[in-house]
């Protein structure tokens, strides 16, 4: 590759994963950031650290570069801010819930025994940390890139540094308690399980069937928590389980066996990309806290007889007054959901959408949360021969389809072709139409954009933002153990897309 080639043009090579064009970039522009970093850096000290972390943050930014002929003065800006970034270093807070600073500085800003102190525990801390939570706070609170921006997924971005944070502060809290503030300590409410009743949930799920609600009472506050068990967790807590001991009571047994105890279960945090439990465990070693699954916690909770903990700012956004989490009468999505003309056929029905959406259905993770608020973030509708699959609110929780599914007997051994018309006007999220070929005991699943995106047997095709009707179409083979065929269009993030005209046709592959 020739120096020759311009920033743009390097730029644009690296953007498409190149990594001698960004290597070329490094050695052009080496000069320049170290020169600015001298001149707009703390100090001497900090000049190779603001090197990397400005080669570093623009690596991780490229495709966000909306002109690659202004590469130089973009990473300009970029070691700006990292040197701004290295100014306001000395009251870096690692806690987000905590917002002073875990211990003052001294005046005038030099470092006193205190702060060398406070910096060895948090690098204690942080070392002690995953691989990827150990990057997820080095980028986020040293580098300052968005919290949104630490991994490929704004979602697993956000639960990242939500599990590292909850292990840092178990660790400053066993370890170091006199760094944390009194006014940072998280307040807990002690709650237990009430009842776990099977219900019919008020929306659309994935499974179409009744289900099972966890009912955490705080009876003080006279108020409860309804944990909603969806998808391959519906039946876990049920009377009708499997005989013999279940896996959260084996569990039970082997962390006996092994000289540990649960002393308690906490949940600092629910919501659309963190539902998480922080397990505290006495051992021989002393006090050790292990992050696991929301419901995995709350098994072991119920399993060992620990009391759970929820943290006084969730159950104040998210608890109901004792009693009102009730069953009502059946919604009537759900009641759509579970007639019979909703269950596989052996051909597509009302691709003109004469009948509204009967036959087709609206799914996704989106339903899958155990917050009920969320079941509503995206909709669906049709009329004048075209559907319309939207989000209901500016920044909705997972993904969303809208599609049918039908027996696969007539098209096994052949190639299968899903088309139609389809257009995103004004979309920010990610859109398409997809084909996912089913197999026997197939899970609904796995419930993230990015798993489902890259799960081989979804046939996904995307589509970039057209605001007029574009023609497009996407193929698969269908094995001969292919149960069923799902077809539709699906949108992960706020926007809309529209589909006319559908069509599924089969070719005999032989």
Known sequence: MSVDFSDGDLARLARDGDPVAFRLLVERHQAMVRARARQLGPGPGDVDDIVQESFLQAFLALKRLRDPDRFAGWLAGIVLNV????HRRAPVTLLADWPEPLHPTSAGGL?????????DALRAAVAGLPAGQRRAVTLHYYADVPAGQVAEAPGAARASLHKARLRLRAYLTEHRPDLVPASGRTHMTTVHVARIERRIPPGPVPDRFPTHVMVLADDAGR???PIWLLGQDSHRFADDARPGPSPD???GRLLRAAGTRVTAVDVDELGPEVTVAR???ATRAGTEHVTARLLDG????ITSGAPIRVADAVMDRLAVPAGTSQDGPMPEQTARDLSIDLRPRYEPRNLTYAAGLDHWVLGGSFTENILQSHWEDYDAAAGHGSAVL????PQPDGFAWLAQEIFADDYHGTTVTFRGQF???DTTGRAGLFLRVMRPRDVRGPFTAEAALADPWNHIVAIANPAEWTAHEVTASIPDDTNTIAFGVFLAGPGRIELRAPELTGLDST
């Open 223 to 225: 108020r409860d928590l």
């Open 390 to 393: 939207s989000s209901a609110v």
């Open 423 to 425: 257009r995103t006007p």
């Open 83 to 86: 040197c701004r970034g290295l």
């Open 249 to 251: 009571e084996l569990t």
């Open 279 to 281: 397990i505290e465990l």
């Open 298 to 301: 709350l098994a072991v909770a």
């Open 111 to 119: 470092p006193s025994a205190e702060d060398l102190d406070r910096a």
